[in-house]
């Protein structure tokens, strides 16, 4: 696996540095995610792991005053050129958040809304696409009675199915969860993670989590970040068992965060 | 401390509050029988002349007789005519503020030319639009010349409102919208305004009840002070509901004889911004149940 190392990859880092106005999150992050993988990022609170992932898909485009230095290599293409369009980048990198955010639209607009939008489906096709990405999601067998139903009624651990069907209805390459089971209760915790398993099949998978045993039964490989930097970077059995920088233990085993 | 003097302290803190409340509860009612004395002034004055021969007839014998249809329809013409201008403009340009324009100076700016605008007495758009839409733009008195110059008296509060709206939109649908790689039209187009319509809606029907019992910006710009036949196309003057009593009530030569149909014009102008409002009311409420977030 270590070899073939720079086949799967799909999306990296180059020396990236990310400024808010005047402060400095991110410094000289350079980082590989490879294909179909399921990646991990850990840290204390405000290290920058949000940062990073929202760097991956331009979203984070929408601050004011935020500024971008390095490349993001996605496929060999960089995604900060002025060239490339990041409403495009977004329909390939998908995000879901940490707060559950289902429109206040049917479950089945919620699902189509994307696809309809952006002319990646035909009309006809659009309920087979909802039905294989809530499938996908595994709600299927909890909403297939009740499409028309606006989403705001779905419980918190549905609702964040749903977000996920969502963003697998655009078949996106790359999908970003920034802390998806924060809000969620142990029974929806262990379905998200069970799904992200079987999604790691078709999509690659990019995951920030605080819940320590959480990175290390879903993840291939973990970064941990300290204050904007990227302290480790290894396969997760390593990083949980043995990692090479003393800081990352001290983390790992909760002496300090 | 000891007990005694604490409870003291409480006692008068009790007694503060309750004169402070009291206060407050004599004002609100003050304020309230206030504005029914008004109403019931109106009512009381204005009821007997309302028929529905009133309603539906045009005044004759010089305005003594007769009814005011002519106003009432040329007050809808013209509050229909203003929302018509005013809204999509205004809806457009709290867009731009709040979606699009970088937040800085100039958008500050701006948001302080639309609040002075909003301040400026409703006698100076009047005056506007006689020197802009009458006269410069040869729309002469007409509905076109007096809907625009009332469009623009509530432009300011349809911009405020819609912004206020825009603003209320929670940035977490605008984000999931973006994050499916969604444009930024779209998402606002199909995403940020249909959630923010319902306040619109609300600020903006509010905004132009207000307009409807204007005088001041109608008088040099669309009022006519009697026209018995009905306006044929948007360049012909009409009579207007508020016009109408300032001209009873001030003009004629039967002021104390047309006393009656002055109040019974008042109240038909009281009840139909009511109505308005009444509306506005209704719809906020209506989609407040529907929305869920
Ligand atoms: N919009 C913003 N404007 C200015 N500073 C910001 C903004 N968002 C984040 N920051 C700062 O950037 C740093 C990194 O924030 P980030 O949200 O990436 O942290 P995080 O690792 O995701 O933390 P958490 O685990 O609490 O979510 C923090 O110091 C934060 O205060
Ligand atoms: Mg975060």
């Known amino acids: 696996m270590e070899n073939d190392h720079f086949d799967t990859e799909i999306i990296k880092t180059k020396n990236v540095n990310f400024y808010y106005g005047a402060f400095k999150a991110l410094t000289d992050i350079t980082m590989n995610f490879e294909k179909r993988n399921v990646t991990a990022l850990i ?141 969620l209760d142990p029974i929806s915790t262990a379905k998200i993670e069970e799904l992200i398993d079987e999604l790691k099949k078709t999509y690659t998978i990019i995951i920030v989590t605080h819940n320590m ?37 001290d983390y790992i085993t909760g002496r300090f965060g | ?26 004002s609100a009612i003050i304020l309230t029988l206030a504005l029914g004395g008004i109403l019931f002034y109106i009512i009381v004055n204005g009821i007997q002349v309302i028929s529905w021969e009133f309603l539906t007839s045009p005044p004759t014998d010089s ?51 639309v609040n002075c605008l909003a301040g400026v007495p409703s006698v100076v758009f009047g005056l506007f639009g006689l020197g802009f839409f009458v006269v410069f733009l040869k729309f002469g008195s007409s509905i076109l010349a007096g809907a625009l110059t009332l ?28 994050a499916l790689g969604v444009s930024k039209w779209l998402t606002i187009w199909k995403i940020v305004l249909p959630n923010a319509l319902p306040g619109i809606l609300t600020g903006s029907i509010l905004g132009i009840g207000r307009a409807a019992g204007e005088t001041a910006p109608i008088m040099f710009t669309a009022a006519a002070f009697f026209t018995a036949k009905l306006p044929g196309s948007i360049f012909d003057e009409v009579m207007a509901l508020p016009y109408h009593v300032y001209v009873l009530a001030t003009a004629g030569t039967h002021i104390e004889e047309t006393r009656p149909i002055q109040f019974g014009t008042v109240l038909v102008l009281v009840a139909l911004v009511l109505g308005i409002d009444l509306i506005a009311i209704i719809i906020r409420s209506y989609m407040r149940r529907k929305k869920r977030w």
């Open chain 2, 1 to 26: 401390m000891t007990r005694q003097t604490v409870s003291g302290a409480m006692k008068r803190r009790y007694l503060k509050q309750h004169l402070f409340f009291g206060a407050v509860r004599l």
């Open chain 2, 63 to 113: 305005m003594t007789k007769g009814g005011i249809m002519p106003a009432i329809l040329g007050t809808l013409y013209l509050t229909l005519g203003a929302i018509t201008v005013a809204l999509p403009l205004g809806v457009v340009a709290a867009i731009y503020l709040t979606e699009y324009a970088k937040q800085g100076r100039i958008v500050r700016a701006i948001r302080v030319g």
């Open chain 1, 43 to 183: 840290g204390p609170s405000g290290c920058g792991k949000s940062t990073l992932l929202r760097l991956l898909n331009r979203m984070n485009d929408l601050i004011a005053g935020a500024r971008v230095e390095g490349e993001v290599l996605f496929e060999g293409m960089n995604i900060y050129d002025p060239e490339v369009d990041p409403v495009e980048v977004r329909r390939r990198i998908g995000m879901v958040f940490q707060k559950p955010n289902p429109f206040p639209k049917s479950i089945f607009n919620n699902i189509t809304y994307g696809p309809r939008l952006t002319g990646t489906a035909n009309k006809s096709d659009l309920e087979a696409l909802a039905e294989q990405s809530l499938k996908q999601a595994v709600l299927w067998d909890e909403v297939k009675d009740i499409l028309g139903r606006s989403a705001m009624t779905l419980s918190g651990g549905q609702q964040q199915r749903l977000c996920i069907a969502r963003a697998l209805a655009m078949k996106p390459d790359i999908l970003l969860m920034d802390e998806p089971t924060s809000a």
């Open chain 2, 151 to 178: 469009g623009i008296l509530i432009l300011p509060t349809i911009i405020g409102a819609s912004e206020e709206a825009l603003k209320g939109v929670p940035q977490t649908f605008r984000e999931a919208s973006l």
């Open chain 1, 213 to 249: 045993q959480q990175a290390a039964r879903i993840s291939d490989k973990t970064g941990f970040f300290y204050i904007g930097k990227l302290i480790e970077y290894n396969a997760t059995e390593k990083i949980f068992t043995n990692p090479d920088v003393k800081q990352t233990e």
